[in-house]
């Protein structure tokens, strides 16, 4: 298998690093991902300026870009065929509900399912990053499976593995998205020079977290697997929209 992978904590981030070890062995593995952390970059590509592509000395490919820029990069221009997958993880931190909106981790998986190619975005569910290794093997199941079994539709799939060893995990679950409440208020302080500066507040709670949902799964100790989808037409306003405008 042609693997490439990313994310958005950087190149150097311990989540790749732990990533690229555990699928090495699978076949063809290629890391291009961001010079610098770029979490919260969502899917933005970068119009105003060149790219640069630079390779460190572990062999992983850094680009002076978005999460989005690498795997654009790679699949369009750097590698001579086409990825069988494109995986970007391992975050540390969750990546669940509307924290997808803004992911880069999410960002950079659904750019290779936009350009057709089978895609997984992976979170390790805690700030405290002890269990990379628990995640890196959730992973290299999923690309086995896929090897093995192809699942015959094009697949971006969010996934999202508690921070415990992997013979502590209570399971795997299909989940669907759940939702946050409203964020907290930006914080505002007053910089060294006396400039007002605001920093943008915490992520809220979680707001529907039931049974099904991604925070549910994982509260329960288990690996929740989210199939994604682009389309963001609100199907059910259509005609209500037309009615409105009188068409």
């Not at 609100?234 to 209500?240: E, I, K, P, T, V």
């Amino acid at each position: 298998m042609d693997l490439l992978l990313s994310n958005d904590d950087g190149y150097s981030a311990p989540g790749l690093v732990a990533l690229a070890a555990a699928l090495r062995d699978l076949g063809k593995v290629t890391v291009v991902a961001p010079e610098r952390n770029r979490s919260g970059a969502s899917n933005s590509l970068t119009l105003d300026r060149p790219l640069l592509l630079k390779t460190a000395e572990n062999g992983f490919h850094y680009v002076n870009g978005t999460p989005s820029d690498c795997v654009h990069l790679a699949v369009t221009g750097m590698l001579p065929g086409e990825p069988d997958m494109v995986i970007s993880g391992i975050n540390l931190g969750s990546n669940m509900g509307d924290d997808t909106i803004y992911s880069g981790t999410v960002a950079a998986a659904m750019e290779g399912y936009l350009l057709g190619v089978p895609a997984l975005a992976v979170s390790l569910a805690s700030f405290a990053g002890q269990h990379f290794d628990t995640a890196a093997r959730v992973v290299r199941a999923l690309v086995e499976r896929f090897r093995a079994q192809p699942f015959g539709a094009p697949v971006l799939l969010n996934i999202n593995v508690p921070d415990v060893p992997f013979d502590a995990l209570g399971g795997w679950e299909v989940t669907r998205l759940g939702r946050r409440h409203k964020a907290e208020p930006v914080v505002k302080q007053v910089s060294p020079r006396g400039d007002t500066v605001y920093w943008i507040g915490a992520a809220g709670p979680a707001a529907d977290a039931g049974a099904g949902t991604d925070f549910h799964a994982v509260a329960q100790g288990k690996v929740s697997i989210t199939p994604l989808q682009i389309d963001l037409t609100h199907a059910a306003q259509l005609g209500r929209v037309r009615e409105w405008l009188g068409l």
